[in-house]
């Protein structure tokens, strides 16, 4: 069968080397800047209707002009951007081929989130060669660094919508998925009205340096661990927040092994067995590196760990440094902030009676019919929490199936999407862009 010509655009855009790498260790702009010739090269008619803005060199913005200027525009993003893939990962496709096959197209960003950037383009294209003049303006941002944080992109394309004065009616962004959650019979659309607040926290514990043919009892490396092992025993009190509250209620009767009459309580414990439900009700704490001494033989004087930490709303950053300091207190264990300015607070949560809500359902039962769309929030961060400063509401959703490995698809040695889900996404867009534009 022949690759349809959006799939072998797609795939094209899978081919560049987009990587963000950590701060300091040296992005290549090369790619970024191929990146915006080619999009120019594919979708002609975006660049003929469209202007464009180019943010801190490699971020994207165009604008398209409704008819009616009194009416605040709306946002799609994506991100061009990818985390690095090593080509010997265990892929089954090179990371950077762009492969289709087995009915799916392979590739870092296919998920996360070229496959964003290409369909909104795509959809775009399209209701342009249909001669669609929107009623309201429409902006479409693809930020270049949304992997370490969005502080050029993402923040570059706020401060200048910013200071020409535009506030967005909404943003819709990356972060909500059609989910096959283990706990529910059948799989559900979730909408992020909001994401999880972020914050890494250094526990260090205080000895004597010395040598490990006289160990005391308790050492510094003992204490930080038993700390650690107290911590992940004693995880914070769940908490419902509004957009959790309304995702039970959606889809109480799939329940499995259960009626519909299970009480919200009840339901949270059954999340909790899972990571990704625990996730959902709860802060959550992982312990992400551990460091003592440099030789084998020497016991260290202060060994530390760092936990990354994912706040639910209601929760905040002050009331988790408490609780983890109760805790790590009692051992003797220091606790501090790993970088003051990675300390993200929830976000605010967005409303689920918008007109836009709405036209996500109506686009939904257009593309997927039948799977029930419901409210979450997202527990990662993305772009989105930059844009929160000048829209009024922000939704984090793309009409993807994630399948059984739920967010771990996204940065996995297999990123993928399927053919019907990538063809599905256009579609999705377009009737998505209509209706929230006005035709
Ligand atoms: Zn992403």
């Known amino acids: ?31 970024f800047i191929r990146m915006a010739g080619l999009l120019e090269s594919l979708f002609p008619m975006v660049h003929s209707r469209c202007s464009r803005d180019r943010v801190a060199e490699a971020s994207l913005l ?18 061009l951007d990818v985390v690095p893939a090593e080509e010997d990962g265990g892929w089954p496709h090179p990371p950077f081929s762009g492969t289709v096959s087995e009915g799916r197209v392979w590739g870092r960003g296919a998920i996360d989130y070229k496959i964003g950037v290409s369909a909104m383009l795509e959809a ?4 342009l060669a249909r001669d669609f ?16 944080g969005g502080d050029r992109g993402a923040a570059g394309i706020v401060a200048l919508l910013d200071g020409r004065g535009v506030r967005l009616r909404s943003v819709l962004d990356e972060g909500g998925y059609i989910y096959s959650f ?13 994401e999880k607040g972020y914050l890494t926290l250094r526990l260090t514990a205080r000895g004597r340096q010395g040598h490990a043919s006289v160990p005391g009892t308790a050492t510094a490396a003992g204490n930080l661990c038993r700390a650690l092992a107290r911590l992940e025993d004693s995880q914070m009190e769940p908490r419902l927040c509004e957009p959790v509250r309304k995702m039970m209620e959606g889809t109480a009767h799939l329940i499995r092994d259960a009626d519909g009459n299970v009480s919200a309580n009840a339901l949270m414990e059954i999340m909790s067995r899972y990571p990704s439900g625990n996730a959902l009700v709860r802060t ?17 004087a202060a060994p530390h ?15 988790i440094i408490r609780h983890v300091r109760d805790i790590a207190g009692e051992m003797g264990v220091e606790v501090e902030c790993e970088d003051t300015n990675h300390v993200h607070e929830p976000s605010a949560v967005s409303s689920a009676a918008t007109p836009e809500y709405r036209a996500i359902e109506d686009a939904m039962e257009k593309v997927w019919p039948g799977i029930p769309v419901v409210p979450g929030i997202f527990p990662a961060a993305t772009d ?33 999407v399927s053919v019907e889900d990538y063809m599905g996404s256009i579609r999705f867009y377009s009737e998505y862009i209509e209706r929230i534009c006005g035709a």
């Open 384 to 416: 989105s929490r930059h844009y929160c400063s000048i829209a009024d509401d922000v939704y984090r959703f793309q009409p993807v199936h994630l399948g059984t490995d739920g967010l771990s698809a996204l940065h996995s040695s297999g990123e993928s």
């Open 305 to 319: 760990a760092l936990v990354n930490l994912r706040a639910v709303p209601g929760d905040d950053s002050g009331s």
């Open 1 to 31: 069968m022949k690759t349809p010509a959006e799939i072998q655009r797609f795939c094209r855009l899978l081919r560049l080397r987009t990587v963000s790498r950590q701060p300091g260790s040296g992005t290549d702009p090369g790619p």
């Open 284 to 300: 959550t704490a992982a312990i992400t590196m551990i460091s003592g001494s440099s030789k084998e033989n020497i016991i260290p």
């Open 62 to 79: 165009y604008g398209l002009r409704g008819t009616d200027l009194d009416l605040d525009p709306v946002m799609l993003t994506a991100h």
């Open 182 to 194: 283990p706990w529910l019979r059948r799989d559900v659309a979730v909408v992020g009205l909001a």
């Open 124 to 127: 775009l294209e399209g209701l």
């Open 133 to 148: 003049s929107p009623v309201r303006s429409l902006f479409l941002a693809f930020g270049h660094d949304e992997e370490t």
